[in-house]
């Protein structure tokens, strides 16, 4: 029973570490991607 | 005598004066403590100020506040009952106080510079080192999380995951984040110093690129979509902070936006204020527990602060253009308190560095991920 705190108390942390971190990536990438498309599309407009 | 005056003897007895305990002395004691650093420290005073006064009223032996009395139609709430139940446990005032800090909050230094948002993901390295050692000193999973979260250094979202993983933690978590918050300006400079070089700490950063209005309003959009796809469970937090963000970057809701900056907050801070302060009675509070819990929120925040300032050690090592390792200290999300010590750190190095734009975007990326980090608990421990 122990154990098995110690493993799932492993798992929650593995899984919450990486998952905070690939969340905050996948948001990274997306507003890299919605600002180079926001820019593009501004540049065009000015010319 | 006391037969000859029932009423008055009924009285007499009634006052609190008859049911003191040291408990309760004790918890005044605290309550004055917290009311005092408020008002001449100027420590987080719209939140120690009605904390505290909440301490002190429901350590008055016999006043109604914050349980059941028998009311003319049976077993009714007391007064800070109502606001606890209505708002505190159901989630719905740390939502709201993060509807104005969306309201109050400017994303662009993020946007700018994307990359912080992976320093607001590194300091949250103490909620889980805060996780682990809570077990280690006996914490169920439950209360590991919500002590854990303290290590985010976001008060709302400390109080929305204890409320919802463990209650009886409430008050000594709120507090502990809190205070912490209130000291990260003492906490955080001795480790920032300690884990960087001279050289280091004088790395200048470039000018951040001006961010577009589009920009602006299309993120927190962006940013509900993504989060509450990938975490559902941080819907409530995120997705109020994102529509607070939205009303303030539309720029046709002035209305909404003031009010959920100015009244908003303002109403819904008092109410949280108070509840948290009267979850405090000495039966509750006056165990071992709280002082483990002040410990482990000093964990957490010391090993947030590693994090942060670890992550930026790392990314240097891979950037052309090398990030000041002090605004990662920032990830943290004491708003704006972590990217103002990042800036008074750096011009003690070089006076003429200014840090505090780049610091705001992991400090505001700080809040998302730990927002984030909370609903990850949830998911995995509800």
């Known amino acids: 029973m122990i154990e098995d705190t110690w493993f799932f108390a492993f798992r929650v942390f593995m899984g919450g570490f990486s998952g905070v971190f690939m969340g905050l990536i996948i948001l990274m990438y997306c507003v890299k991607l919605m600002s180079a498309l926001i820019l593009k599309l501004e540049v065009k407009k000015r010319d | ?382």
């Open chain 2, 1 to 382: 005598m006391a037969e000859s005056f029932p009423l008055l003897n009924q009285i007499v007895l009634n006052t609190s004066f008859l049911h003191i305990q040291i408990g309760h002395v004790i918890m005044w004691g605290i309550a004055f403590t917290f009311i005092y650093l408020a008002i001449k420290k100027g420590f987080e005073p719209l939140l120690l100020l009605p904390i505290g006064f909440g301490i002190l009223i429901v350590n008055l032996p016999l006043a109604p506040i914050m349980g059941m009395t028998e009311g003319a139609h049976g077993l009714q709430r007391d007064l800070v009952r109502w606001f606890y139940d209505f708002g505190i446990a159901n989630g719905i005032i740390p939502c709201l106080i993060f509807m104005g800090v969306g309201a109050l909050t400017d994303f662009g230094p993020m946007i700018a510079n994307p990359k912080t948002l992976t320093i607001g993901a590194a300091a949250q390295f103490g909620v889980y080192a805060a996780f682990f050692v809570a077990i280690l000193l006996g914490f169920n999973l439950k209360e590991a999380a919500s002590i854990g979260i303290i290590g985010g250094a976001d008060g709302p979202t400390c109080i929305y995951l204890t409320a919802k993983l463990a209650p009886h933690l409430l008050g000594a978590n709120a507090l502990a984040a809190y205070s912490y918050m209130a000291m990260v300006p003492l906490i955080q400079p001795p480790i920032m110093r300690l884990l960087t070089t001279e050289a280091e700490r004088k790395i200048r950063m470039k000018q951040m690129r001006p961010v577009s209005k589009t920009e602006k309003i299309i993120f927190p959009l962006l940013g509900t979509v993504v989060i509450c796809m990938l975490v559902p469970l941080a819907a409530p937090l995120m997705g109020m902070m994102f529509l607070g963000n939205l009303f303030r970057e539309s720029g046709v809701v002035e209305r909404l936006n003031k009010a959920a900056q100015n009244e908003l907050i303002n109403i819904v801070t008092i109410f949280l204020g108070v509840s948290v302060g009267a979850t405090m009675s000495a039966e509750k509070f006056l165990h071992p527990q709280p002082i483990f819990i002040f410990l482990l929120g000093l964990v957490a925040f010391a090993f947030s602060t590693v994090g942060g300032v670890l992550l930026v050690k790392v990314m240097n090592l891979f950037l052309k253009e090398k990030i000041n390792p002090l605004i990662g200290s920032a990830g943290v999300s004491a708003v704006p308190m972590a990217a103002r010590v990042s800036q008074v750190e750096g011009q003690r190095a070089d006076k003429h560095n200014f840090l505090l734009m780049h610091a705001m975007g992991p400090n505001v990326a700080g809040v998302i991920g730990t927002a984030t980090a909370a609903g990850l608990f949830l998911t995995m421990l509800k």
